[in-house]
């Protein structure tokens, strides 16, 4: 079981978790209420200057952690393939111009194609972008998703999957994002995390919970505390392998996104201290 | 991959699929309908004479598949495992009252009980079933759900935990009934289905598909050939390990349920044929 956390030094929130705040507004209520790093979901910079995004968040005080996202490599058509190596090597772009020293990969699925077909053009996919991500010094972080979304996000559905990819391409420039709410009923995830670790390639920690009942395949996250997961002891698992990085805050709730966002992220902060 | 169905002799429906129906209208449509088998639910039992159930069932030429269903076991206090437990008993009584080879299993889960404490309570629960099972001639099925029910459902999710769990009872009054809905993103499933059929734990084969997108966790499942599962995949492993058994067509759905539900019985045959 891992140690109770006391402070908001490792404390990250995706801008998604507060959707309803642009980015600017997200940025300044993070850094007002101690928040100490940020994950940027790519929607909230379109159109923006990035550059200036960055300094915006640096003169806040806010960490980036990373960029969400990348990934949708699978396609039946060689064009869509491209397209999507195109939209990886872009974002890639964008997260070192924001400073984000990593880019979670929703790997992709296209409904109907045999899994092992898309796992494989997952792997090539990455691989196409490994010269670029170097270049720019933007680590690409693969993350397994919930088997309930093998069909159209995800055809890598397990963290051993995600290991087995990782050390495939073998590269500095590849990691794995583990976040809880994809991962807490895998029998398992103990060593799995633990191999994930050995291997170097733990990138990010995600952290929520798991609604009972839950009323949305996507956007009924909960907060933590609120469900069943077991986070306490997932974190200590992740803690045990060295990883000293943020607990990444990542909650998609048409519930908390119709709240007062000020309080909800009070909530965040409470539920951090008490049930992360 | 498996060879085309071509022929309704294997094709067995659950009571489920067409819940509007009570039982002897389910019965009599199905008959009509040249469906060979037929898997009860308990609730169309409620207040019913079991062996009359059982006559009417023989008259129309139905063989009775199994029973659904038992499990549950899982719970915090002494008073409701053995609650679950007597349940269980009562379920092995109704299927050899029916004349139902096997019952089966949706093992349980308690939100928040740690999922390794949940397991070791099936297991107990299971173990204590299975003399009255072995005297009542009635195989008890495991069945792993999807990793989407974990918090409140079923604490087995994969098919590799029912074959060690099976394995482990070490009975031939346990068994495992493999639904493609709960499996078929595995990586691991040919070869634990495999695993299944050489252990000769493969009891049951349930067929539906899933729906892109899926619009509610539990009653949303597609008909066959609506969705991304590989279903003649699938049966083709289940085949190769000599299973001659029933496929049976196991579909939760409100939308299905809101239809007249001949049409739908006319569908689910078509699709039979086509799709499974």
Request: net charge negative; charged share 20%.
């Amino acid at each position: 079981m891992a140690q109770a956390l006391t402070d908001f030094s490792r404390l990250c929130v995706h801008t998604i978790t507060t959707k309803p705040w642009p980015l600017e507004k997200a940025a300044k209520e993070f850094s007002a209420a101690g928040v100490s790093g940020i994950t940027v979901w790519r929607d909230t910079l379109a159109g923006k200057n990035i550059a200036q995004a960055r300094r915006m968040l640096q003169d806040l005080n806010l960490e980036v952690v990373s960029l969400c996202r990348g990934g949708f490599f699978p396609a039946r058509e060689a064009a869509k393939k491209q397209a999507a190596i195109d939209d990886n090597l872009k974002a890639i772009d964008e997260a070192a111009a924001l400073g984000a020293p990593h880019v979670v990969l929703v790997c992709g699925a296209v409904p109907g194609q045999p899994l092992t077909e898309s796992r494989k053009q997952i792997q090539e996919g990455i691989a196409a972008c490994l010269d670029h991500a170097a270049a720019a010094g933007v680590k690409l972080a693969i993350e397994p998703l919930h088997p309930m979304y093998a069909d159209d996000r995800s055809a890598v559905n397990t963290l051993a999957q995600a290991n087995d990819m990782a050390e495939a391409l073998n590269s500095p420039w590849v990691g794995i994002a583990v976040d809880v709410y994809h991962l807490w009923w895998d029998p398992d995830l103990e060593n799995q995390i633990k191999r994930c670790g050995q291997n170097g390639n733990l990138t990010a920690f995600h952290i929520c919970d798991w609604n009972t009942p839950t009323t949305d395949l996507l956007n009924d996250r909960g907060l933590m505390g609120e469900g069943c997961i077991n986070l306490k002891e997932i974190r200590g698992w992740v803690e045990a392998t060295g990883f000293t990085g943020y607990n990444e805050v990542e909650i998609f709730s048409h519930k908390f996104w119709a709240q007062d966002q000020h309080q909800f992220l009070n909530k965040i902060k409470e539920a951090y201290l008490k049930h992360s």
